[in-house]
């Protein structure tokens, strides 16, 4: 049988009108006399179980009809100048209660909420993000993939590099006489390399010195530094090729002159 709900507290008790219950078949498919059952002050009439609310479906924009001089108005609006318009928007928002500013506030949100540099041609986009500064380029290169795709352009790292002062000191190795081509140059590694060693030099914390014994107490004549390796030379014809991570050597070259 279907339960009726009454609602509570809506009306007094002499006041609600008793609720006809539909006519219903039992299981041994014999209809049953229609029953009239008097309202009470419970919420559900004929059944102690408590039934789920019902779910409210979401709400669509509904258009109502405009008034009649509505268009009159619009025009009136139109042939007003940009700073009247702006008057009349701001008494109007005045006017209106939190409810209808809520309204106005979902409709003129998502015009502000585009993807310019997406709609924007490449070469344009990027015009436009040349003009950030390096650390703002690498958070924005994070908000999508193509946002990503167009921040890591080799040509527009290349900028910011000459923009910054950061040279390539890429040595053209030769090797048997023919020049040993570099790898493609990424101009982002580039910039973050120096700015690391210079962060580092500015910034990093400092470590405890490593001495290098192996000359005595000869003059070292030259020093030249090789990715994990040191080369040294000193006035006892004699050169040696350091570890820079452990300071041991590697090798040693006798009477090298």
């Known amino acids: 049988p279907t339960a009726w709900i009454v609602p509570n507290n809506t009306k007094r008790k002499s006041d609600l009108s008793p609720v006809k219950v539909p ?9 049953s006399k229609r029953k009239r059952l008097e309202s009470t002050d419970e919420t559900f009439v004929g059944s102690s179980l408590s039934l789920p609310a019902p779910i409210t479906p979401m709400k669509k924009r509904i258009r109502v009809p405009l008034a009649d001089n509505a268009e009159t108005w619009f025009q009136i609006f139109n042939a007003w100048t940009r700073e ?6 701001d008494e109007l928002v005045n006017r209106c209660d939190a409810s209808l500013q809520r309204f106005l506030l979902g409709i003129i949100e998502p015009q502000f909420q585009r993807d310019f540099i997406s709609l924007l041609p490449k070469e344009l986009a990027f015009i436009v993000l040349s003009y950030l500064e ?7 290169s994070q908000t999508c993939r193509y946002w990503k795709t167009l921040c890591d352009d080799n040509l527009l790292w290349k900028e910011m590099c000459r923009h910054h002062n ?10 048997r006489g023919k020049r040993v081509v570099p790898p493609p140059l990424s101009w982002k590694e580039v910039y973050l390399s120096k700015k690391k060693v210079e962060w580092n030099w500015r910034y990093g914390p400092l470590k405890s010195p490593r ?21 040294s030379g000193s006035d006892d014809t004699t050169l040696r090729i350091w570890s820079a991570l452990s300071g041991k050597v590697r090798n040693e070259i006798s009477e090298a002159w």
């Open 23 to 31: 006519d219903f078949v039992d299981d041994n498919g014999n209809e």
């Open 84 to 89: 009247q318009r702006r008057t009349a928007l």
């Open 134 to 140: 390096p650390e703002d380029l690498l958070k924005a």
């Open 166 to 175: 950061v040279d390539n000191s890429v040595v053209k190795t030769v090797s």
């Open 211 to 231: 001495p290098l014994k192996g000359h005595d107490d000869h003059v070292i004549t030259c020093l030249k530094f090789h990715g994990n390796k040191i080369l």
